[in-house]
């Protein structure tokens, strides 16, 4: 591993400048995913500065009724907190979803939204990949894409050469469960404090895979609100993989349904972010909530899916797959009489 | 026939002897060997499939402050045999496969040597590779024997008139994907070579044989024997990826010798043994079944391709237990390689047995059903009377046995398929075989010390229990308590020893020291003094060579496919083997629930995804090459039958590390079928394989 320089600053304010002052600089927090990079070549920076003693760890009401996760909480708390497991439930399965008891236990809530694409080429660094090394290709495009996006790619085959080519996936279940609560992400910066829509934290590609989020070096998230939800709402993640634990998601489902029937509904494993399906939730506006109607809604989503060839006859599959998985999950919180 | 020992410690239910260190965590491993100021390793690898290194930039390397050595095959020393092109590392310039060894880095830290070695500039004259497996490819060869020295092919009688004139066949291609062996412990050793003259080297090595590891190591180095020393007394799994050393260990070795007198270290990262560790060839079988209306075959026949390194060939015996399993009159096999670009494939748990026995076995569950006949009564219709393959009678062949007895505790009768809520449930069953092999070399020291009996072999322990039972067996040849018995193994200071491998270790290593021990009571009697010593030789012990000697089980699988999503749950796997007599149950029951596992996890999960472009195993670390994991495995029940068998040896026993995992995937599939319709032919059972066929 390259030898970098490890910082401890003594708060949140000095921790953001000495990352905004090197461009080379990460902040650490869980490590999870941030010591395999280092240790793979993934990740090289030349100051890791550790802000896990730094930010909060507590879980704190907000006086509307949300809740705040300070980010240094870890997801195992957050997974079995009272407030969480009974008002944003979606959130408390998706945590479990993920990893496995000892790294939950390490991972945080500000660092688990940042974890990075397991594309396997991008954790390789003896393969091209454009989010890694930015300019050298995409070797995902016609390879091993049982793991990629088939939602919000250019198209079916992507030219593997260009520049701008990435069909990788997010791969945390926590963030498929914020992005349909509509979480507010706490963001400090060497500008000032920011908050950041948690459905537009996670960018597309666009013209430069290397960025995940929108967050701009040296910002730092310091903690993530839940906004109250109506009493009587619903909601419940299901997460569909190759194995029964320890598996990142083939494809998953956020689903929360109001006492009014509206629906908000994320995908995981389908893009390059937790995919917020808002073309389904137009569809369905006003509607009422049935099997019928949200397998339609979930058609005009997937209309735009792309499905990627490759190894072992590509990812199609997950197109139905979804499908399937979005009705099977919104059918477990109909009332009895819609379902 | 042989006089079989009457069992006291043999059939006990005794605790692991090495169990406690290894809870406590002070068992020592390769790796963690104690040696005064060692020295790590880490290797360069090549990163093109095929072409030459024209050059390495060494010289920044070579300059930084704690970097010892660091040799490329521009400057390393040059081997005495490069007979085996696996283990001529550093020896030439040419790529045969991506991720080769071409160089290694020797420095104060593991870190160090690690950041260094990957930051080194290799120049290559890349070449088109071919990395890609079809059973359409024109190079396709026969190899001269298939591995364990198989006939390439054999053939009995008319397959194609008995396909053309038989009331009902079946025709299909079945394939299994690429494994990987991934023991929890990597390949991992701790080399030292004395400072004086040309030296005296010790090696810690992780491995399923400490002899035949230092044979290779001498012929490589142009050693005797006796400058040799390999020490391994505990082993954290091999699966065969052990049972010969990999090129990594003559790595390690060429490494130390550049820096004498200091120990180095060198682990296999998890990535690197996706490339030098060996695995399993993918196999593509096409099986061919001819019955009658009451489903009694009048043929069968496979024909195997798979792949192997055009480094060096490894040819999987996949098509051998189809040679002996059933009764027909007109029998074909057929093994056809493609020599690939690609890491060199070897041993893993039941290699040809294993994958051999997924195709037949699903192959006979799609025969029963187009005959409507159960297909435990398809199995019972075609149980040979002799082996069909040499015409000798069995020395014991209980599969019928087996089978009714699973049905039975499984609960077979009755409709095979059901729906629980969300869940189509579906049962299945196939049958298990391995053969009951004893190698030609081992021996046993015995001692009598301090009142204590001390038997002394070469043998390896790799979680399978030889620690435990070699005491049980040595015992019960002696006529003395368990208790007052040690055995110390894993050390070529001890007399030599086969390779734990084949499931012959107990067989083999058994069979030498009941040599020993009836030696040992001949010369001294029943009063011996202290010092008396006696050693027996495994060819000293009565060898049976006129009956067909094998292992048979049952294996019995309730499948649960999700109605919505098509994930495949396994709550329960029964298995009923005939494996001789049990040394130790606790053991025993191990090894075949492990076996049953490796399997689920084959049928179910693991998977090499091979990228052909690059010529690589894209998914080459755990969290990507799925494992079954805990939450995967419902209930795993293994049972033996009571089995008697006086020709296999001295106990009675047949070797139990293989079988389990024999069998376990063919019986998921038809499980699977029966839960969903879908035919799964290409392993893993996955998803979207299933996803079309869903209500």
């Keep these: ?339 | 026939m042989t006089d079989l020992l009457e069992p006291r410690a043999i059939g006990q239910d005794l605790v692991r002897r090495d169990g406690e260190l290894k809870v406590r965590g002070t068992a020592t491993y390769a790796y963690e060997t104690p040696v005064e100021h060692p020295a790590y390793a880490h290797p360069v690898q090549a990163t093109i499939a095929r072409g030459r290194v024209t050059a390495m930039d060494t010289a920044a390397a070579e300059a930084l402050d704690g970097v010892l050595a660091v040799l490329t095959p521009f400057n390393a020393e040059r081997l005495a045999s490069t007979e085996d092109a696996e283990y001529a590392v550093l020896q030439g310039q040419d790529v045969g496969f991506r991720g080769q060894l071409i160089g290694v880095v020797v420095a104060e830290t593991s870190e160090l040597a690690r950041e260094v070695a990957d930051g080194i500039t290799v120049r290559y004259e890349e070449q088109p590779h071919d990395a890609e497996l079809s059973a359409d490819r024109p190079d396709l060869y026969a190899p001269e024997q298939v591995n364990a020295g198989h006939e390439t092919d054999t053939a009995e009688g008319d397959v194609a008139a008995a396909m053309a004139a038989a009331e009902m066949t079946l025709e299909r291609t079945y394939s299994t994907a690429m494994y990987h062996n991934n023991p929890l412990e990597p390949h991992a050793t701790t080399a030292l070579w004395e400072p004086a003259g040309d030296g005296f080297l010790t090696l810690w090595d992780s491995t399923q044989g400490v002899h035949p590891d230092r044979a290779a190591v001498c012929q490589v180095f142009g050693l005797e024997q006796e400058q040799v020393r390999v020490v391994c007394p505990y082993v954290g799994g091999g699966f065969g990826s052990k049972g010969l050393p990999h090129a990594n260990v003559m790595l390690t070795a060429l490494a130390a010798r550049a820096l004498p007198g200091r120990p180095v270290k060198l682990a296999l990262t998890r990535q690197q043994m996706f490339f030098l560790a060996g695995y399993r060839t993918p196999t593509i079988q096409r099986m061919q079944l001819a019955a009658d209306s009451r489903g009694r075959l009048s043929a069968i026949a496979i024909d195997v391709v798979e792949q192997t390194s055009k480094v060096k060939e490894f040819a999987e015996q996949t098509g051998v237990p189809t040679r002996m399993m059933y009764a027909s009159p007109n029998r074909r096999s057929t093994h056809r390689l493609a020599a690939l670009d690609v890491p060199i494939p070897s041993w893993m748990r039941a290699p040809g047995e294993c994958p051999g026995m997924f195709g037949p076995e699903v192959a006979m569950d799609e025969l029963a059903e187009e005959l409507g006949i159960d297909p435990i009564e398809l199995r019972v219709r075609n149980e040979p009377e002799v082996d069909p393959e040499t015409g000798k009678p069995w020395s014991s062949r209980n599969l019928v046995r087996c089978l009714r007895e699973g049905a039975e505790r499984f609960g077979w009768s009755g409709p095979r398929a059901h729906r629980d809520g969300d869940w189509l449930v579906g049962t299945g069953v196939a049958s298990s075989v391995y053969p009951t092999m004893r190698q030609a070399t081992s021996t046993a020291n015995l001692r009598y010390e301090d009142g204590r009996y001390v038997a002394e072999i070469g043998a390896a322990d790799l979680g399978t229990g030889a620690w435990t039972i070699l005491p049980q067996i040595t015992a019960d040849a002696l006529g003395v308590d368990v208790a007052d018995v040690d055995v110390r193994i894993g050390d070529t200071r001890y007399p030599v020893a086969s390779v734990a491998g084949g499931s012959s270790g107990t067989n083999t290593w058994g069979s030498a020291l009941v040599v020993a021990a009836r030696e040992f009571r001949t010369k001294f009697g029943a009063d011996p003094r202290d010092g008396d010593e006696a050693s027996g030789d495994v060819d000293q012990a009565g060898q049976d060579d006129t009956h067909a000697p094998y292992a048979f089980g049952a294996q019995f699988v309730e499948a649960r496919v999700n109605a919505d999503t098509g994930e495949v749950r396994v709550p329960r796997l029964l298995g009923v083997f005939g494996v001789g007599r049990v040394i130790n149950p606790r053991t025993a029951r191990s090894q075949l629930i492990g076996g049953m596992t490796m399997g689920l996890s084959m049928a179910l999960h693991e998977n090499s995804a091979w990228d052909p472009r690059v010529g690589q195993v894209a998914n080459h670390d755990l969290a990507e090459y799925h494992i079954t994991v805990n939450a995967d495995v419902g209930e795993v029940e293994a049972h033996w039958i009571d089995e008697h068998d006086p020709y296999v040896n001295a106990m009675g026993s047949k070797g139990i590390g293989e079988i389990g995992i024999v069998g376990t995937a063919a019986a998921v599939v038809n499980a699977v079928h029966a839960a969903t319709g879908v035919r799964v032919r290409h392993l893993p059972v996955t998803l979207d394989k299933l996803l079309t066929a869903l209500p």
């Design chain 1, 1 to 339: 591993m390259k030898p970098f320089a490890y910082a401890r600053p003594g708060d949140v304010a000095e921790a953001v400048r000495d990352v905004a002052a090197e461009p080379r600089a990460v902040f650490l927090a869980g490590g999870t995913n941030l010591v395999d990079h280092l240790r793979l070549g993934v990740a090289r920076p030349d100051l890791v500065v550790d802000v896990r003693t730094l930010t909060s760890r507590e879980v704190t009401d907000l006086p509307d009724g949300g809740l705040r996760l300070g980010a240094a909480s870890t997801n195992s708390q957050v997974a079995a907190d009272p407030r969480v497991r009974e008002r944003w439930p979606v959130l408390a399965q998706a945590l479990l979803a993920g990893a496995t008891g000892q790294l939950r236990n390490m991972a945080t809530t500000g660092g688990n939204p940042l974890q990075r694409t397991r594309c396997v080429y991008f954790q390789d660094v003896t393969t091209p990949c454009n989010k890694r090394e930015p300019g050298s290709g995409c070797s995902a495009v016609g390879g091993y894409t049982r793991y990629h996006a088939v939602l919000g790619t250019p198209g079916a085959l992507p030219d593997a050469n260009a520049p701008e080519t990435c069909i990788a996936t997010h791969p945390s279940d926590m963030a498929v469960a914020l992005a349909a609560l509509d979480a507010q992400v706490q963001v400090l910066g060497p500008a000032g404090e920011r908050t950041v829509p948690f459905p537009e934290l996670h960018r597309l590609p666009g013209d430069d895979p290397s960025r995940d989020t929108v967050l701009e070096h040296g910002e730092l998230i310091t903690a993530i609100d839940l906004p109250a939800l109506p009493v009587g709402t619903r909601s419940a993640y299901r997460k569909v993989r190759d194995r029964a634990s320890y598996a990142f998601a083939l494809v998953s489902v956020a689903a929360v349904v109001t006492p009014d029937g509206e629906l908000r509904l994320a995908l995981g494993g389908v893009a390059h972010k937790p995919w917020r399906a808002t073309r389904a939730e137009e569809v369905l506006r006003g509607q009422q909530l049935t099997e019928d109607a949200v397998r339609a809604a979930i058609a005009a989503e997937l209309a735009a899916a792309q499905p990627q060839p490759g190894i072992d006859s590509g990812n199609g599959f997950k197109i139905p797959l979804v499908a399937r998985t979005v009705l099977a999950t919104v059918r477990g919180l109909l009332p009895e009489e819609q379902s």
